[in-house]
């Protein structure tokens, strides 16, 4: 039994979700060569912008908007693919709006604060009471109708979503004090040396990158931005920070509205933004009790159902026997006469007889050779995997046919393995 239910939304029917969805996500390095971090796979099956707009779905709002920008055509497909659902007879509404020099023949979204300024006339159109600005970019569940709650609670122009994170992480985050009315009392947008919290010198408060506001308090305010020639156009660094100094900024703790299941022991939300986070947050899903619950009925995360045939084990002989353990296997897969261990495989993997998989996270439509073995690894959508091709037993071998971490990950990509073969 689920511990908790969706609210009703009363609040969230009159918002609309803008999730920022522009971003490329530089610190994944190959994985976003062809398409925007938030288009990344995750977990088998699941984009990684699949969790923000679950959780607007979830929530009970009915307007969503997406902003894009770089190398979007991979998110555009998934998003027209998987969320074309919503009905304008309903009042609901879902907008992909790419950066399309709207306002300018020169200029494409220069900042966060300006990939929502350039479509004021959209959000106008549909004229919502709130806004809640969503990252594209994040794994975790939240219901933000709480958050609304507390916002017009509050009387406030602004409230941020925030958590406590290790100060060792708070450099690539907004990191902010509040009092304790939740009040912010200062804000500073990725501080080299982040600020602790009193009483926990070891961790800071940071931003989630999760904004509500009324809209026409929001509009105003973009109109007032856009107007500053040294603004950079962002919300965290001139926004928020603004707002702090001369408003009503309140911070809204990320456990008050975060949705676990039953099983779920913590709050669990995660940064993905580098190779090493992205693999362990998948790896992590072949737990036996893990800390997301992606088979929560309650809180879905909703995606592009892909039709595939159920996955496939073949072969039942000594050394060629068509098994996985503690792992995730996508619809359309053919484990055939290979080893699987901890692993995630997504959508239409063939691994061939003989192969060995051990911590390998393999993306979508990758076949993999015989007699191959894998350890540590990410494979890019479509790789062909050599037969007898060894990873992660020889570390100066693989770190010079492939991108490898500090950890001994293994990235693997079609070109690399193009550079390697005869």
């Given at each position: 039994?689920?511990?908790?239910?969706?609210?009703?939304?009363?609040?969230?029917?009159?918002?609309?979700?803008?999730?920022?969805?522009?971003?490329?996500?530089?610190?994944?390095?190959?994985?976003?060569?062809?398409?925007?971090?938030?288009?990344?796979?995750?977990?088998?099956?699941?984009?990684?912008?699949?969790?923000?707009?679950?959780?607007?779905?979830?929530?009970?709002?009915?307007?969503?908007?997406?902003?894009?920008?770089?190398?979007?055509?991979?998110?555009?497909?998934?998003?027209?693919?998987?969320?074309?659902f919503f009905r304008s007879e309903r009042n609901e509404s879902f907008d992909i709006l790419p950066a399309s020099q709207r306002v300018s023949e020169d200029q494409w979204y220069m900042g966060t604060a300006d990939a929502v300024y350039q479509n004021i006339d959209i959000i106008e159109s549909?004229?919502?009471?709130?806004?809640?600005?969503?990252?594209?970019?994040?794994?975790?569940?939240?219901?933000?109708?709480?958050?609304?709650?507390?916002h017009v609670n509050a009387g406030a122009d602004v409230t941020v979503a925030c958590l406590e994170v290790p100060r060792a992480w708070a450099s690539g985050f907004g990191v902010m004090h509040v009092d304790e009315d939740d009040r912010i009392?200062?804000?500073?947008?990725?501080?080299?040396?982040?600020?602790p919290m009193p009483g926990k010198p070891e961790m800071s408060l940071a931003s989630m990158g999760i904004y509500v506001f009324d809209t026409k308090f929001l509009i105003e305010q973009l109109h007032r931005d856009a107007a500053e020639p040294n603004s950079s156009r962002d919300f965290g660094k001139d926004i928020i920070p603004h707002l702090v100094k001369n408003g009503k900024a309140m911070a809204h703790p990320f456990d008050r509205s975060c949705v676990r299941s039953s099983a779920e022991r913590t709050s669990y939300w995660r940064d993905v933004g580098t190779v090493d986070a992205y693999y362990d947050a998948n790896i992590d899903l072949t737990d036996v009790v893990p800390d997301l619950d992606i088979y929560d009925r309650n809180w879905p995360i909703w995606t592009y159902a892909e039709i595939t045939a159920p996955a496939k084990f073949v072969h039942d002989v000594e050394g060629r026997r068509g098994e996985a353990i503690s792992?995730?296997?996508?619809?359309?897969?053919?484990?055939?006469?290979?080893?699987?261990?901890?692993?995630?495989?997504?959508?239409?993997?063939?691994?061939?007889?003989?192969?060995?998989?051990?911590?390998?996270?393999?993306?979508?439509?990758?076949?993999?050779?015989?007699?191959?073995?894998?350890?540590?690894?990410?494979?890019?959508?479509?790789?062909?995997?050599?037969?007898?091709?060894?990873?992660?037993?020889?570390?100066?071998?693989?770190?010079?046919?492939?991108?490898?971490?500090?950890?001994?990950?293994?990235?693997?990509?079609?070109?690399?393995?193009?550079?390697?073969?005869?």
């Open positions: 039994m689920n511990a908790f239910q969706p609210s009703s939304g009363p609040l969230a029917r009159q918002a609309m979700a803008y999730v920022l969805a522009g971003g490329r996500g530089t610190r994944l390095m190959e994985l976003t060569d062809f398409r925007a971090k938030p288009a990344v796979y995750f977990g088998g099956k699941l984009r990684i912008i699949d969790f923000a707009l679950s959780n607007a779905l979830n929530s009970g709002i009915r307007r969503i908007a997406v902003a894009t920008q770089y190398k979007a055509h991979s998110l555009i497909r998934h998003l027209q693919r998987g969320w074309n549909y004229d919502p009471k709130y806004i809640v600005l969503l990252a594209g970019d994040h794994i975790y569940k939240m219901d933000y109708e709480q958050m609304l709650q507390q009392l200062s804000f500073e947008e990725k501080p080299a040396n982040p600020a792992s995730l296997i996508a619809g359309g897969s053919i484990v055939s006469g290979a080893s699987v261990h901890r692993s995630l495989l997504s959508s239409n993997v063939h691994a061939h007889s003989f192969a060995k998989l051990d911590g390998a996270v393999i993306l979508p439509d990758v076949d993999i050779g015989r007699y191959a073995r894998l350890s540590r690894v990410i494979v890019d959508r479509g790789v062909k995997i050599p037969t007898g091709l060894v990873v992660g037993e020889d570390p100066e071998l693989d770190a010079k046919r492939f991108r490898r971490t500090a950890s001994g990950l293994s990235l693997i990509t079609q070109r690399m393995i193009d550079r390697i073969s005869p």
